[in-house]
Structure formats: C-alpha cells, structure tokens
C-alpha cells in the first residue's frame, strides 16, 4: 500500500486535536475513516505512529514522521494555492489561531463579515495564549492569526484593546470614570499568568507589586473576582464575558495591546489568508470596544 496524502492529514489532524473524534470533525469525516487513515499509515510505514492510551499523541517515531508530513501537506496546498490563484476566488479551510479574549470579543463579527464575503473559504478557529498562538503561526500548524503586539510585519491592526480594572460591582470605584491603579494597592490583587502578564507589569510600573493568587484560565479568574477573592487588571475584550457582578473600569497608566491578523512571517500566505487579511484591512475595524476602549 502507497503512502497517501489523506493519510498524512489523518495523522497530522489527531496530532493537532488531541484525540481521533475531534480531528474527524476537523476533516469532515467519520471517526472509523479517520482511524483507518492512521492505520494504513502505519501499516506503510511498518512502525506505529500514535500512542493510543488516553489522549492520542505520537510515539517517538511519529514524533520524526510529524514535521515531513506537515511539509508533504503544505507542499500539496502549495500547488492547490497555484490553482486557486489562477481560478480567482479565494476558497479552502484556513486555520486561525487567536488568544480566548480575542475568539470572544473580536473575532465573531470577524468571521461573520469574512463568511458573507468569501462563501468557498472555511476558517477554523484554534484558541491559545499568545505564546502558543506565534508557535502554532511558525510551526505550520495554522495559516493565520490574531497576534498580540507582534513585530512589524504584513499584518493589519484590527484592534487596540486597552487594560481596565476588573472588580465587583459593590467596590467603591466600580462606577467611577477612570481608576488609577496606584488606587487600588489595598486591595488583594489577582493576576492573570496568560498571555497579559507584561501588560499587567506595565500597568504597575514603579509600584509595587505582589500578586496574591497567579490564574492562567480567565473563568477562574473571573469567578474569584466574583466571590471578592480580589481584583485584576484584564483586556478590555473580557467586557463580552463577564457576568453579573462584575465590572470593567478604564485604568490610569493606559496600557494598551495591539491585535494584527496575519499569515506566518517571512512565508508566502495562502491565497486565502491573503484575502481575508485585506477584508479585514477594508473593514478599517480598528475597535475592539464600541466604547472606543
């Protein structure tokens, strides 16, 4: 039996989504044709590629087989690309990757004005922490995505979210204009370990600072905010996600991050990439707040 390209994107697909259903979502097909892809793959190549025990993930020897295989499947885009710039119109699945508040708060009316204008391409959003979210753009793993404050490139600014200060709605300056964070150094101070953390140092710069508690999942965050834990300082896009209770108040320092979307730096884009990125560009939508935060 041959090796085959729906093998490789099988393998890749299960690598990618952690486990075979979800990557069976992921390609449109069933999870029994998407096992069998794998199989076949690794009956061809006579050594197991996958560790099957819980989650999916690949043995020492699929862990090689992984970046040829990314490169086999980009090479085989890489001419499907060739004739999509000859057809005109952008069509294909691109993968977007995106930190949690943008896939909250910015990317929704995003993707709904890039359906309704580009009806052939599907896009397929991956959530990470900006970290992860530059990795997966480098790596191949995705075509596209929301990067925070990256360098100066080909991407379009589709937003300036500024920091405000997250606390209940019972705190004394929770209904305040503006809040200076030298305001709320009595205060038990959470912070977010995401991707937001330097911001967050910024914010405090020549004050002391001592976080009481360390967060990497925003809802857990939010939640001991809520039960009076203590206060944190957030992206202003956290406005779509919060619940009763809470409030967002505009910070002293303005510290403010910058969301670009993009292809992958120093690579030639998908033909798609390359249009959504201009119907961003067209769009102008340069807030991320309608309060023009």
Do not use: Y
């Amino acid at each position: 039996m041959a090796l085959n390209l729906a093998q490789l994107r099988a393998f890749l697909a299960v690598v990618d989504e952690g486990g075979f259903g979800t990557a069976a979502d992921a390609l449109g097909l069933t999870q029994s044709a998407v096992s069998h892809a794998v199989a076949a793959l690794e009956r061809t190549l006579g050594h197991p590629v996958l560790l099957r025990r819980g989650k999916p993930r690949p043995t020492a020897f699929g862990a090689q087989v992984v970046a040829h295989a990314r490169a086999a499947v980009a090479a085989s885009v890489a001419i499907t690309d060739l004739a999509a710039r000859h057809g005109g119109a952008a069509r294909g699945t691109i993968k977007l990757a995106a930190p949690p508040t943008v896939c909250q708060g910015l990317l929704p009316q995003l993707m709904s004005h890039w359906e309704s204008e580009f009806p052939h391409v599907r896009v397929r959003v991956f959530e990470g922490e900006d970290d992860e979210v530059a990795e997966w753009l480098a790596n191949g793993t995705v075509e596209m995505a929301v990067a925070v404050d990256p360098p100066p490139g080909a991407g379009v600014l589709v937003g300036e979210d500024a920091f405000h200060a997250l606390l209940r709605t019972d705190h004394p300056l929770a209904g305040v204009g503006e809040v200076d964070v030298a305001d709320l150094a009595d205060d038990p101070f959470l912070l977010s370990c995401g991707g937001c953390e330097r911001h967050v140092r910024q914010v405090h710069a020549g004050l002391p600072f001592d976080p009481l508690h360390r967060v990497r999942e925003l809802g857990t965050l939010l939640a001991m905010v809520r039960a009076g834990v203590g206060i944190s300082i957030v992206p202003g896009l956290v406005a779509s996600m919060l619940v009763p209770g809470l409030a967002l108040v505009p910070l002293r320092p303005r510290v403010v991050r910058r969301l670009v979307v993009g292809g992958p730096p120093g690579r030639e884009w998908h033909p798609a990439v390359t249009a959504l990125v201009d119907a961003a560009r067209e769009r102008d939508h340069r807030r991320v707040d309608p309060r023009g935060v």
